[in-house]
């Protein structure tokens, strides 16, 4: 079973599934950006994305660090949409 794994600042480690994503530790949400701008600076200042595997060009695990959940959720809803198996 395949994974995805992101990071966020108001929840620190979410496991996200093909059909779900689960919280798995809570802290303290951070303010809520005031406009477009602020949002891309904190995503430009905490995102890290690492690459946990990379076996062949048809395997790859990593996780994302500093991102928004909403952000994680579209990206996990693409790759669903775009690649046949993840």
Do not use: W
């Amino acid at each position: 079973q395949k994974k995805i794994v992101a990071m966020s600042s108001a929840v620190k480690h979410y496991d996200i599934q093909e059909h779900c994503i689960n919280k798995v530790y809570k802290t303290p949400a951070p303010p809520i950006p005031k406009d477009g701008d602020e949002f891309l600076d904190r995503l430009k200042s905490d995102f890290k994305m690492r690459i946990l595997e990379h076996e062949d060009k048809n395997h790859l695990v990593f996780e994302m660090i500093g991102i928004d959940v909403s952000l994680a959720n579209a990206l996990r809803r693409i790759m669903i949409a775009e690649f046949p198996t993840m």
